[in-house]
């Protein structure tokens, strides 16, 4: 399908990089006006760079988003120089390999308070500048939010949050015309989770076998369901959890053993 998000406004927290950028990107070249949260202003740079040679408009903004007052002035910019915000993505997320007792109380606080509570800023804080009704609100989850993966309690506490605050908004902001929901991705090309999960070829084969379809996906994979969801032929879709993962979540927790072995060695 040809999509056409002419003159559309979306905002895509996290992406200055990884999936989220590939989002931006997608949108970007189907005509929308951009603006990207990031914490690095050199990786803001780099990716307004590649967005405007779509030849539309795009605007970048430093923060990160467990600053709630940051993420709000970000998003106040954008619907100042956008106006009404039509599709927003929320996607800035950290992790690492480490088992429960292996990992320090801060270490599982960084991400939880860049995943969880910093999905809850940017979401909160946008909805006084979506359009209502009309807008598509993603948040990009994982499957450790259903899949208990060891060394991944951390990533699996935020995301499993993450999923069901999809769920409670969905509910909550139905009644203004938004709609709220997850893409869960699998393992996705040239990504830093998968550099992280999958550092060699030993580890990237294993991961492999594992989805039914027998490949990484790509951005695109991604950012053509995001797009979908925020078309037309997505308007009575809130409230869901979609993987977008070529099944392998389909096949059970996965053995991230060897790669944590690999991190130590």
């Known amino acids: 399908m040809n999509f056409d998000f002419t003159d559309r406004a ?95 109380p801060n270490g599982f606080k960084t991400v939880v308070d860049i995943d969880l509570l910093g999905s809850f800023n940017v979401l909160r804080a946008a909805h006084e500048f979506l359009r209502k009704p009309g807008a598509s609100v993603i948040s990009i989850s994982a499957s450790q939010a259903f899949v208990p993966t060891p060394y991944q309690a951390h990533v699996c506490a935020a995301k499993s949050g993450v999923d069901m605050l999809t769920r409670v908004l969905a509910m909550e902001w139905g009644g203004d015309g938004i709609r ?54 997505g308007a009575y879709v809130t409230g869901v959890v979609l993987p977008v993962d070529g099944g392998i979540s389909l096949s059970g927790p996965r053995d991230f053993s060897a790669a944590w072995e690999a991190t130590r060695g």
């Open 10 to 104: 979306v905002f895509v927290a996290g992406g200055s990089s990884g999936i989220n950028l590939g989002i931006a990107d997608a949108f970007a070249r189907h005509g929308a006006r951009l603006a990207i949260l990031g914490r690095s202003q050199e990786r803001l740079d780099k990716a307004l760079q590649q967005l405007r040679a779509h030849g539309g408009e795009a605007e970048g903004y430093s923060a990160d988003v467990r600053d709630a007052a940051a993420v709000a002035e970000a998003l106040r910019r954008a619907h100042g120089r956008f106006g009404p915000i039509d599709v927003l993505v929320s996607g800035a997320a950290g992790n690492f390999l480490a088992p429960a007792l292996g990992m320090s």
């Open 180 to 233: 709220v929901n997850s893409i869960v991705p699998g393992p996705i090309e040239g990504t830093e989770g998968m550099r992280r999960l999958a550092p060699n070829d030993a580890e990237r084969a294993r991961m492999t076998a594992r989805v039914p379809l027998r490949r990484f996906g790509t951005t695109d994979d991604i950012a053509g369901i995001a797009m979908v969801l925020s078309s037309p032929l």
